[in-house]
């Protein structure tokens, strides 16, 4: 089991940053590809970021590549996603998400609660 816990969202003005952090227990967190995945209200699951275990390899939606970084330091066990220049279609909420596999789809094994991130025009 991986336990994983959200932090960092709020409310923010557009051409805003935010950092957001997810901490993971359990199970051997350098073993998992990390993810990060946004819902909007009314709007299906979809793929924000993704890395790979030792984090020598990222992959960003279109909506967001330029403007989103995702990085990990697997000596403590956390991911982040640092957003910059945020649109107010960025307002969602953001799931961290863990899996064995590199994959976009929403179907990781474990995931965290959410932590909810506003955008104001």
């Known amino acids: 089991q991986v336990q994983l816990v959200e932090s960092g969202g709020g409310l923010v003005q557009a051409g805003g940053s935010l950092r957001l952090s997810c901490v993971a227990s359990?199970?051997?967190?350098?073993?998992?590809?990390m993810g990060w995945f946004r819902q909007a209200p009314g709007r299906e699951r979809e793929f924000v970021a993704l890395?790979?275990?030792?984090?020598?390899?990222?992959y960003y939606a279109e909506s967001v590549k330029g403007r989103f970084t995702i990085s990990r330091d697997n000596a403590k066990n956390t991911v982040y996603l640092q957003m910059n220049s945020l649109k107010p279609e960025d307002t969602a909420v953001y799931y961290c998400a863990a899996d064995r596999s590199i994959t976009t789809t929403a179907n990781y094994d474990y995931w965290g609660q959410g932590t909810q991130v506003t955008v104001s025009s």
């Open positions: 890395i790979t275990r030792s984090g020598g390899s990222t």
């Open positions: 359990g199970r051997a967190f350098s073993n998992y590809v």
